[in-house]
């Protein structure tokens, strides 16, 4: 009998404790059920029962009881991110990647302290990108590349100091290259194809010591290419075909051994680096590494 009633006990508080674990705050859980609505979320491939304690819902992970991630990658979101996303205070990864979300991105991701993954690539969103991104000292990762963003890239977006891939390519972004991304010291992934940037880069690239891909093809950047790439010993994949560079002098230089792709317009580097049929555009990879990583 004492062995029943020890077994109860522990089956008891074994399960309070897992009851206490899955509960979430009012504010957030009420902001995925806004985000449910505002997304059509009766129409997802893989929807939400609504009964259901939320941490049975698919993309949503708990820890702690708090949520930490929303992953809805490829699962037919439409409509809107709807406001108040900073209510998901501890959220670190974000994937609403392949999906057909539009309208503006929400200011207020940029004020989630935790994030360190933010991905929106493959959607229809408009607008422009934020300005201040201040608090996003642990993000690592900022894809929303094949999107109709528009105006320039935003100066703030220096601060991101522990950025690790920033792609933005196949948007409609203009202007010039922000002098603030010199700080971006960790970056290991700059992918801008397709852009309508333009201008001399003042940039000193040379400062991204870190830095394996360079994606600047089909903009209108032009003038002299900054002497700094060519210190740049890491670079794996670099294209810049498609703008209006006086002269790549600069890169006869290049020091990095362990370039796998190399496109631009002189064909002259282009043979000196070895150019493969790799190099179609990494925007064409690029849609695919989801899957992988998701």
Known sequence: MKNKITYACLVFVLTC?????????????????DFYKSTNGENWQNTWNLQ????TWHGVEIQNGHVTALKL????????????????????SLNLAFNVLQGKLPEDIFQLTNLTTIRLEMNKLTGNLPQDYSKMK????????????????????????NLKLLNLSSNYLEGSLPKSMEKLGKLER?????NKLAGAIEVDLGRLVNLKEL???????EGDLPSGMATLSNLEFVQLQGNDFRSLNSLLRMQSSK???????????????????????????????DARRN
């Open 73 to 92: 990658y490829r699962n037919n979101l439409t409509g809107t991110i709807p406001d108040g996303i900073a209510k998901l205070s501890h959220l670190k």
């Open 190 to 194: 700059l992918e801008l194809f397709g």
């Open 17 to 33: 404790g897992f009851m206490v674990h899955a509960q979430i705050p009012k504010l957030e859980k009420q902001y995925l059920l």
């Open 215 to 221: 994606i600047l093809s089909y903009n209108s950047f």
């Open 138 to 161: 642990q993000l690592e990762e900022l894809s929303i590349f094949n999107n109709l963003l528009q105006g320039p890239i935003p100066d703030g977006i220096g601060e991101m100091s």
């Open 259 to 289: 370039l796998a792709v190399f496109d631009s317009d002189d064909e002259f580097l282009n043979m000196k680096f070895g150019t493969s049929k790799a190099s179609e555009t990494r925007i064409v990879d690029t849609k695919f590494e």
């Open 52 to 55: 259901d304690n939320p941490s």
